[in-house]
């Protein structure tokens, strides 16, 4: 790909597939030239690019992170009794009639091995209740 010329903006899946290829290749190598890593290091951010523009993730709530968890990891409400301190807690939580607590945040966090953004809702930093 490189070697037909220079790499330039991804605009179908097609390219997308292509570039990926190439990023593989040039990743698998065990000594890469000084150009290979700025090949590289270019062809991650042109596949990042397209892959945010039309794949992106969007971001997901932190009731809908813990159900996620819990159906992953073959849980119950009552697991989570540690983290939540009550099993009605846990539900509440769930329900969306409570916000998790900082100290609810942590143990999720070391619980799962996620970072704790991941139980706070999005716009809540700062927000005051």
Sequence with gaps: MIARGAPHVIHNDAELEAYT??????TALESPSSSEVEAIELLTLLVERYE???????????????RFLIEQQNLTQRDLIPQFGSESAVSMFLAGQRNLTIEQVRRLSARFKLPADVFIPKGAVGARA
Excluded: G
Aim: charged fraction near 15%.
């Design 52 to 66: 945010q523009e039309h794949y992106s993730i969007p971001a997901a709530d932190p009731a809908s992170v813990v």
């Design 21 to 26: 290829n190439a990023l593989f290749e040039l």
